[in-house]
């Protein structure tokens, strides 16, 4: 049977590298997706948005791709820095603009 | 960007004892406000959507009586949890919505329950 308690997914990268999050969601109607960055025992934090009419978007170090034939989003993080370590969730809107969070991924970056 | 503010950040209680939790938009007017439960590891799941001057909309499992939401002004959304028990130990989380930018939401702090 399934475990009780989820494991958050770990990505583990170097600093200086090149880190790339994942994301599948469940809705084919979500016309807008957010990136929030959560660090430990503090609220999300807001990265970088996108609607569904674009396929990718850049901010300052991020970009998120989506790709809505396999509805599927990602986060890119250039140049990863040590703060950056933190849990990232990506999240869609619903029609009552509640946000259905992800599972999250945990980033670990090393020295 | 704006700042909501939740209160208090951490609080530690008895079993059967009512917690009162509040979430604060500082310099926007929110129609609605969020919140949101978070256990260790996992994501954040929504518990109810308040708004402005209206019951809140509670999800699916969410008992109304036992997480009571009062959204009494545009800027201040309470989380009052009555009769707390272990299993109410947690992350909670309140989210506002400006009032006319429909999908931009913005997160406090949280507040970490402990009950024992």
């Known amino acids: 049977g399934e475990s009780v308690g989820l494991h958050l997914p770990t990505l583990s990268v170097q600093e200086g590298d090149n880190s790339i999050i994942n994301c599948a969601y469940s809705n084919s109607a979500s016309d807008y997706f957010i990136w929030y960055k959560q660090e430990s025992g503090k609220g999300p934090q807001f990265i970088i948005d996108?609607?569904?009419?674009?396929d990718k978007r850049q901010g300052q170090r991020v970009t998120v791709l989506l790709n809505k034939t396999v509805k599927h989003l990602s986060l890119q993080i250039a140049a990863t820095q040590p703060g950056d370590s933190a849990v990232y969730f990506c999240?869609?809107?619903?029609?009552?603009?509640?946000?259905?969070f992800g599972k999250g991924t945990s980033l670990l970056v090393t020295p | 960007g704006a700042v909501v503010s939740q209160h208090p950040s951490r609080v530690i209680c008895k079993s059967g004892t009512s917690v009162k939790i509040e979430c604060r938009s500082l310099?926007?007017?929110?129609?609605?406000m969020f919140w949101y439960r978070q256990f260790p590891k996992q994501s954040l799941m929504l518990m109810a959507t308040s708004n402005e001057g209206s019951k809140a909309t509670y999800e699916q499992g969410v008992e109304k009586d036992k997480f009571l939401i009062n959204h009494a002004s545009l800027t201040l959304s309470t989380l009052t949890v009555t009769s707390a028990h272990p299993e109410d130990s947690s992350f909670y989380i309140c989210s506002a919505r400006l009032a006319l930018a429909k999908n931009i939401q913005y997160f406090g702090a949280g507040t970490r329950l402990s009950v024992l």
């Open positions: 310099d926007f007017q929110a129609t609605t």
């Open positions: 999240a869609e809107n619903t029609s009552g603009y509640a946000l259905n």
């Open positions: 996108i609607r569904s009419n674009m």
